[in-house]
């Protein structure tokens, strides 16, 4: 039936009554009505668009989840790349920033920057034309997402519809999205009494919550969004400032930080750090720095970018966060090459952005320097992403009759004996492949990206495959069908095809992936390409002396017996080649000499180079038979600096190391 007019007029009181109240709420944090009261409105509203469905939205109130679960995320490219931020981490690293933006501008006074939070979320990009909400996207690598637009559209704190009269033909609003603090310990502490999975940390929350096929899911989910910039905008005219812009973001119905504050002079900057800093632990999100931008949008233009950042805005990244907990066990890992790693498990505690029940003693060498045992109260730091580190035990605390950890005798997990030889600091399983803690890391490494490239062939698969008897070595992985795989728990036909394919794939590889694949010990993806290059094919590698394996830039003599003794295993020799005999295969390479003008010399990159990428410039070092280092040392001969040099910079001036800029690489590179 129609709906009489009375009923329409109604239902876009409703509608405009609805968002305005969502907007003095998650907005403006200024309720006008009772929680009672605008539930009661939202009920009669979705009464009335039930019994004239004809008249419901995509913009309505009601509208926020409703969808059928997806099968999977569709890609979308985003069109203006979503980059991410240089960090710097402390005010010298600060100040340089400022100093190449000076001098970049030609400019000596202080100029304005935005100083905000740096939100510990997901970024998100929003698309909405004619003010309705049609497209949300996850960042993704910067320049394609996943399209998760029905799971943005459960969120309260975004609108579905622009407020205003003067409303863009198009907007992008990106910002971030995030599980509140005090509703992340509600969220797992019911999780908990379910038996369900609890989430590390609120950010992992916010990011498993987003990443739902069922939006009703992620409704269920207490998430929030703050928005913090545009980035494509048609049909309004651009501002002059990035702080007018985010203040017409806020009118047009988005939250956004009331910390964000304009700044001048090192001074300035500094003080609103030290003040976000003491806030850190008191607001209701997780942080883990300041962002900086330079706030004139002409002067942004004027900088432009770098490959991947860009040049008017940094994160001044907070120090990590240190917390005492206790001990409650020591026990024992077993990696990819048989080194038995000490692991303490701890009375959970949240630190750095997340819940941290686990923290690596790295070798036996650290755990008796460091004297830590079962029932010590210990200082435990975590910084961002890194893996927690148990700093020290405070003895003063340390329990009566308390044990030294041994090194086990035998391995927990296949029994066989455990050795730590002299002079190193690890101890190693003796198993081998024998060993299933070693055949599971070992078939995880295979099967990694940088290695044979297996998509699909993830850690959990893995783990049931070598548990099931399935995977034997790797070598099973191209024996694998389609009825063993799509048996196998939470797999399928679809699944067990794509990853069939994936094994396919993997078949035609380059000399230096197989050889990383390998995991040969101390051979890794720079090695492996050395060895490639000097030597050209396996048969060559693998009759080489240890003297013949030396001449290979940055082989040393522990790296040369570790190669030499890994092809006088008979089993090894049978294993590549079986993998040759199941189609595993690679192009021959003709090997010059000649080529090699810069063996022995070892570089160190830095910053962003503009003329190619870190990787491309590595790769063409590389091949011409150099040493590329992570970091800059007496034995570095020269450091090439791009934008943002950082520290490496200052250290390679320190030391006396040449210094070469992005010109002088590339006439290196072409003589």
């Excluded at 509608?15 to 939202?42: C, G, M, S, W």
């Excluded at 966060?321 to 409650?328: A, D, G, L, M, S």
């Excluded at 460091?370 to 340390?398: F, L, N």
Aim: proline share 5%.
């Amino acid at each position: 039936m129609t709906a009489p007019a009375s009923i329409q007029k109604k239902i876009a009181t409703l509608r405009k009554t609805i968002e305005e109240h969502n907007y003095r709420y998650h907005v403006l944090a200024q309720p006008a009505i009772p929680d009672a009261a605008f539930d009661q409105l939202f009920k009669e509203l979705k009464e009335l668009e039930e019994k004239y469905p004809e008249l419901i939205t995509e913009d309505s109130p009601t509208q926020r989840v409703g969808n059928m679960p997806l099968k999977e995320f569709n890609q979308v490219k985003h069109e203006i790349p979503m980059l991410s931020l240089d960090n710097v981490f402390d005010q010298t690293e600060f100040e340089a920033f400022l100093q190449r933006i000076y001098q970049r501008l030609k400019i000596s006074e202080p100029i304005e920057f935005t100083a905000e939070p740096k939100f510990d979320g997901v970024a998100i990009s929003l698309i909405y034309h004619e003010g309705v909400l049609v497209r949300g996207a996850t960042r993704g690598d910067g320049m394609t997402g996943e399209d998760v637009t029905l799971n943005m559209r459960t969120i309260p704190t975004v609108p579905l519809k622009l407020r205003g009269e003067e409303i863009p033909k198009v907007l992008e609003v990106r910002g971030e999205v995030y599980m509140p603090k005090a509703l992340f310990l509600k969220f797992n502490d019911q999780a908990k009494k379910r038996d369900e999975k609890l989430f590390v940390n609120p950010r992992n929350a916010a990011s498993g919550s987003l990443r739902q096929l069922d939006p009703k899911i992620t409704a269920a989910r207490p998430l929030a969004f703050y928005a913090y910039q545009v980035g494509l905008l048609e049909g309004y005219p651009m501002l002059e400032t990035h702080y007018e812009m985010v203040q017409q973001i806020r009118n047009w119905g988005f939250p956004v930080s009331d910390l964000l504050k304009i700044v001048k002079g090192v001074p300035a900057c500094e003080t609103y750090y030290q003040k976000i800093l003491q806030k850190r632990e008191s607001l209701p999100l997780e942080i883990d720095g300041v962002v900086y931008k330079v706030n004139s949008f002409r002067l942004q233009r004027e900088l432009g970018f770098v490959s991947r950042a860009p040049r008017w805005a940094v994160a001044y990244k907070f120090p990590a966060q240190e917390k005492i907990t206790t001990v409650r066990a020591i026990e024992f890992n077993v990696g990819r090459t048989g080194a038995v790693t000490p692991i303490a498990r701890l009375e959970p505690v949240f630190v750095g952005g997340a819940t941290v029940s686990n923290a690596t003693l790295h070798n036996f060498d650290e755990l008796y320097r460091k004297d830590i045992r079962v029932g010590d109260t210990v200082i435990v730091r975590r910084a961002g992403d890194v893996i927690p580190e148990i700093v020290g035990s405070i003895k003063e605390q340390r329990p009566r009759a308390t044990k030294i950890v041994k090194i086990p005798q035998y391995c927990p997990i296949c029994n066989a004996e455990v050795i730590k030889p002299e002079g190193e600091a690890v101890a190693r399983c003796t198993g081998g492949l024998y060993c299933s803690a070693q055949l599971k890391e070992s078939a995880k490494h295979f099967a990694a990206r940088r290695a044979m490239d297996i998509e699909g062939l993830g850690e959990k698969l893995i783990e049931l495959l070598v548990d099931e008897k399935i995977l034997n070595d790797v070598t099973d992985i191209y024996c694998l069908d389609h009825k063993t795989l799509a048996e196998l728990p939470r797999m399928g036909d679809k699944s067990a095809e794509n990853i069939l394919k994936a094994i396919t794939n993997s078949k035609h590889t380059t000399l230096e992936r197989f050889l990383y694949a390998l995991g040969i010990r101390d051979v890794g993806e720079a090695t492996s390409r050395a060895l490639t290059q000097y030597f050209g094919s396996i048969e060559k590698i693998k009759d080489a002396s240890m003297d013949e394996l030396q001449l290979v830039p940055d082989i040393g003599p522990i790296v040369a017996a570790n190669i030499h003794a890994f092809f006088q295993q008979k089993h090894n020799l049978e294993l590549i080649k079986k993998l040759q005999t199941y189609g595993v295969e690679w192009p021959q390479l003709k090997v010059s000499a000649k080529k090699q003008t810069l063996a022995g010399k070892t570089f160190v990159l830095t910053g962003t180079l503009l003329t190619l990428s870190r990787d491309e410039a590595k790769e063409k070092l590389l091949a011409l038979g150099a040493s590329v280092a992570g970091s800059v040392s007496k034995k570095t001969n020269y450091v090439v600096v791009g934008d943002n040099p950082g520290s490496k910079l200052t250290k390679a001036q320190e030391l006396g190391i040449e210094v070469l800029d992005e010109d002088q690489l590339m006439q290196l590179l072409k003589s």
